[in-house]
């Protein structure tokens, strides 16, 4: 069975402070894993996207690698901001899929305090 | 930009109520998608279509119907409005061929009492 795991499930971290959030999956066969970004009250907004051959891709602060051996994945927020709290949702898609379906983490809950 | 549109960003409706909800882009793109969200429970798929007039059910289609007369416009239907389809509605669509990134609308937070 397609499924997408993350943990923590909510983090609190002061502001400035780096954090990291993971990503397990056993989507097959895999295609691509995005990080999406959700505000309060908002939809997911792509942060970044790792195809099997991409180990690591940056995207301002934020830093995303991929062990496509283990399925693992994480996402690295460096110097975090107020604005960074938000769920972040890790969203898997499988080759075998032509209507683009994706399959989706529960999300990670991270409130930045000042 | 990709702009997806969703018709409210708020609704409130009696248990019974017939319930539209409306998804507009303008991207041209082929696939459209409606989740819903709930805590602890993530994004869920209801139903999704890859042409006009096309519809697949998606892993959870029960209590729902959808309509795709155009190509920029899918819309979520909820026959008869139940309490426990209160949740956050959101559209997404994307193009045709292979694992393309879905944009996603604003959402809509509908609340059945």
């Known amino acids: 069975k397609n499924q997408v795991e993350q943990s923590p499930q909510s983090l609190i971290i002061l502001e400035g402070k780096n954090c990291t959030l993971q990503c397990n999956y056993t989507v097959s066969p895999f295609s691509n894993l995005r990080w999406y970004k959700q505000d309060t009250g908002r939809g997911p907004v792509s942060l970044t996207i790792?195809?099997?051959?991409?180990n690591t891709k940056s995207n301002g602060r934020y830093t995303a690698t991929l062990d496509a051996d283990t399925k693992q994945s994480s996402l690295h927020i460096t110097a975090s901001q107020l604005s960074d709290s938000a769920s972040y949702i890790c969203?898997?898609?499988?080759?075998?899929?032509?209507?683009?379906?994706?399959?989706f983490g529960r999300g990670t809950q991270l409130t930045v305090w000042p | 930009d990709v702009k997806v549109t969703q018709s409210s960003r708020y609704l409130v409706k009696r248990t019974g109520e017939k319930v539209f909800l409306e998804c507009v882009q303008d991207?041209?793109?082929?696939?459209m998608f409606w989740y819903r969200q709930d805590p602890g429970l993530g994004l869920r798929l209801i139903y999704f279509?890859?042409?006009?007039?096309?519809?697949e059910k998606g892993d959870i289609p029960e209590g729902y119907s959808v309509s795709r007369e155009k190509k920029e416009r899918f819309s979520l239907i909820l026959e008869s409005a139940s309490t426990n389809q209160t949740s956050m509605y959101l559209c997404a669509s994307s193009f045709r061929q292979g694992a393309n990134e879905q944009y996603f609308g604003p959402g809509t937070r509908l609340t059945v009492t």
């Open positions: 790792m195809t099997f051959s991409e």
């Open positions: 969203v898997v898609s499988d080759r075998g899929s032509t209507l683009g379906r994706l399959y």
């Open positions: 991207m041209d793109h082929e696939n």
């Open positions: 279509s890859y042409d006009v007039k096309m519809k």
